[in-house]
Structure formats: C-alpha cells, structure tokens
C-alpha cells in the first residue's frame, strides 16, 4: 500500500499515512483532533549508489528490479 504526505495547512506539520491509491485524495482527519485541514503533497525520493565516488553522487529512478539489479539484469520481470 502506498504512503501519501500530508500536510496542515494551518501549522505546515507533515503526517504520512499508508492508503489505497483510491483513497489518496480523501479527506484526512487531524490526528491531534484539533480541526486542522490537511492538503496530499507531492512526495519525492531517491536512492544513491555507493558504485561511484562520494565526490559525485547520483540518484536512480525507475527501471530497476526490487532486488536492487537493472530490470533486465535479474530475470524477474
């Protein structure tokens, strides 16, 4: 199940839930049941390698296997 990050509008306090993608834009209730309105944000993450220098890190995106292996590299596709 995916996590989604949201955030109050009020305050800028950030809680993250685990949804269906079918429930990412329901409302969200204020766990500190204080009334604040939280909006979904748009989530970002990478993942550097440790196969180049730590003078210049990258970041993959997309197109690799779970087990960490380019997708054509593992034969799990």
């Known amino acids: 199940m995916p996590q989604y990050e949201y955030i109050s509008e009020s305050d800028g306090e950030v809680i993250v839930l685990l949804r269906s993608?079918?429930?990412?834009?329901d409302?969200?209730?204020d766990p500190e049941g204080r009334g604040r309105k939280f909006t979904r944000q748009i989530s970002?993450?990478?993942v550097t390698g440790?196969?180049?220098?730590?003078?210049s890190p990258h970041v993959h995106v997309g197109g690799c296997c779970p087990c960490g292996k380019p997708q054509s590299a593992c034969g799990n596709q």
């Open 21 to 25: 993608m079918a429930q990412a834009d």
């Open 27 to 29: 409302k969200v209730s």
């Open 44 to 46: 970002a993450f990478g």
């Open 50 to 55: 440790t196969s180049s220098p730590a003078s």
